[in-house]
């Protein structure tokens, strides 16, 4: 790549207009000025811009380096690649001074400027600015073979990753990105850039065909030995923009993202899943083979009639609860179009779970007339039920040997009540050999969790719900052990996460076990009647029948959680982050966890996308 000559930069001490705001910060006599230069930026074959250039300050310090777009910034981080030639142009400087990442911008004509800031408050344009066209579409269109397209390596004993598509769209339109803690080594090598699945999306046709597949719609990549642990993503229309930091740590949003997303996650050796967390977008059916064992998790319905039925699901439990005809007001409403995301043709692209808008009104409840999880059943009216009844919870808790808390392996056996003002504490013992409450038992610390609580910014102001109520949908809120609170939010201050303790545990349990409906009349408030097999010292095992088969009766609330209950009608893939316990909330439900065999094949079929269905709701 030709670059201009680091001798010839342009050295700014003043703000530039783009920078007006900044303007009187610098003195030359006061600070290290910085210097620099914006070498290129080349629109690459897949549409993305990358940017190089380098910046360092007279005394050699590293700078944060920023692109700005047609009055857009993109942070890049700092400039701390190898360049040579800064170093032979500078040596007092040195060489570690270069940046080069890549851009995904709208397309269109975009002129480029840079400038990089400095500790010191060091603020200097980088010379040099550049003029990009980022095509529509990609000038290099994706091809099908493989020599030009997506050259593998051979990694010992492979998973083959195999692809179909079903979605009803070509496979240049469908992108595949591949993100993981081990993102680079444990992937086989890709000899081709920019058709990399690592950090990257890259159309499905870009992968090789499976030979029995002669019309191109099924494509496999060979996943090699010592990944640790990743996402699959998959994105229709377009692909999934890196972003400044590049994925993983740019990944799209369930709330603002405008276009169809879905991911399957995994590790390897070990187990993967597909995910209905946070979303549903897509079914993703999976069918791992080893050679002769075979699992599967697979939907029972089309998209379209999921779509359908999660809004049935929305509009029955208004039709049964809410004013004029239900015992409920109308602050506990279910609203659709809440839990609808759509695109700027209004179509719907994602249907949100209650996890995920739960985990929004953490920070940004905006008002609504339900703040736990917008758009979703206010699940308070079950909660106040369990006041003063005399809740127990019994476990077993069994971290790996050397990790963090190893110490508490054990059953433990855990009860308390709910008191009037809404706070749940529960006291008891862990650690015990083979039972509950046996041999080797020590008294455990107080865990509490409030029915009622919030997150508060550093001025005290209520900024969102972290509470009881938030927990059954978002699983990770707010509870306290011996008073010392976790996971939330005070005065600004962060509290601390929740480690992999016995107390997460408990909680896990309690959470879990609202959220499939178990606390109540039919199986009563001890836990231990919630699974199907409980026999200490055997880990307990299945679980008792769920959702609407837990509150057979009439009652004026919903006593479970709607979104997963729908969704369990049709998958069962994980709907709720802890949804492997209590047996999935059905005697015969199999895990949502499946095991990923070396030198076996995972199938992954793509189902029509949400996007090509018509919002019910309309």
């Not at 808790?397 to 008191?419: C, I, K, L, Q, V």
């Not at 005290?460 to 939330?488: I, K, M, P």
């Amino acid at each position: 790549m030709r670059t201009r000559d680091p001798k010839r930069v342009i050295r700014l001490a003043i703000a530039v207009p783009v920078l007006a705001l900044l303007a009187g910060m610098l003195s030359s006599c006061e600070v290290d000025s910085g210097f620099g230069f914006f070498d290129s930026a080349a629109v690459n074959p897949d549409a993305s811009v990358t940017v190089t250039g380098w910046a360092t300050t007279f005394l050699g310090a590293t700078m944060d380096v920023t692109v700005v777009a047609d009055g857009e910034h993109h942070r890049l981080g700092p400039a701390v690649l190898s360049r040579p030639d800064v170093a032979a142009a500078h040596p007092r400087q040195g060489g570690e001074h270069g940046f080069s990442t890549t851009l995904r911008l709208p397309a269109g004509r975009h002129r480029l400027c840079a400038y990089a800031t400095g500790g010191e408050g060091t603020i200097s344009l980088l010379a040099n600015c550049h003029v990009v066209t980022v095509p529509e579409t990609s000038p290099d269109p994706p091809v099908s073979d493989p020599a030009t397209c997506a050259t593998k390596g051979d990694p010992q004993n492979p998973v083959r990753m195999v692809i179909e598509n079903s979605t009803g769209h070509d496979p240049d339109e469908v992108y595949v990105t591949l993100t993981g803690k081990d993102a680079g080594a444990p992937y086989p090598p890709w000899d081709a850039d920019p058709r990399n699945l690592i950090d990257n999306s890259v159309p499905l046709s870009c992968l090789p065909k499976v030979a029995s597949d002669p019309s191109g719609n099924t494509r496999y990549f060979d996943l090699g030995e010592g990944i640790g642990a990743g996402l699959l993503w998959v994105s229709i229309g377009q692909p999934i923009p890196s972003g400044t930091g590049g994925l993983p740590a740019v990944q799209p949003s369930t709330d603002t993202a405008g276009y169809v997303f879905a991911n399957v996650e995994f590790a390897y050796p070990g187990q993967g899943d597909v995910t209905n967390v946070d979303q549903f977008s897509m079914p993703i059916d999976l069918t791992v083979t080893d050679g002769s064992t075979v699992a599967r998790t697979e939907y029972s319905a089309g998209t379209c009639e999921i779509v359908d039925g999660v809004h049935a699901a929305v509009a029955a439990y208004n039709d049964t609860f809410i004013t004029p005809n239900g015992p409920l007001g109308t602050d506990y409403e279910a609203d659709w179009d809440q839990i609808v995301v759509k695109n700027s043709e209004d179509r719907i692209i994602r249907i949100l779970s209650a996890k995920a808008r739960a985990q929004q009104s953490r920070t940004s409840p905006g008002g609504a007339a339900n703040p736990y999880a917008p758009g979703w059943p206010d699940l308070t009216p079950y909660l106040e039920t369990l006041k003063d009844e005399p809740l127990v919870f019994e476990g077993l808790f069994s971290p790996a040997a050397g990790t963090p808390h190893h110490d508490e392996t054990g059953w433990y056996r855990y009860t308390g009540t709910m008191n009037s003002s809404g706070t749940l504490s529960l006291s008891g013992t862990i650690r015990a050999t083979t039972t509950p409450g046996g041999g080797g038992a020590t008294e455990g610390s107080v865990l509490s969790i409030e029915l009622d609580g919030t997150d508060t910014n550093a001025d005290g102001d209520v900024v969102g719900e972290n509470d009881l109520a938030t927990g059954v949908y978002f699983q990770n809120s707010r509870y306290a052990v011996d008073g010392v609170a976790r996971n939330g939010l005070t005065n600004g201050v962060p509290e601390p996460a929740a480690p992999n303790d016995v107390y997460n545990t408990i909680y896990r349990d309690i959470v879990t076990a609202l959220s499939y409906g178990y606390p109540g009349d039919t199986y009563g408030y001890d836990n231990t009647s919630f699974w199907n097999r409980w026999a200490p010292p055997e880990a307990p095992s299945g679980g008792k029948a769920a959702f609407a088969a837990a509150h057979p009766g009439e009652t004026d609330y919903l006593g479970y959680n709607l979104w997963s209950a729908t969704m369990y009608t049709w998958s069962d893939n994980y709907n709720i982050p802890y949804g492997e316990n209590y047996g999935s909330g059905a005697p015969d439900r199999e895990s949502p966890l499946l095991d990923v065999p070396a030198g076996g094949e995972w199938r992954m079929t793509l189902g029509k996308p949400v996007s090509d269905c018509a919002d019910p709701g309309s």
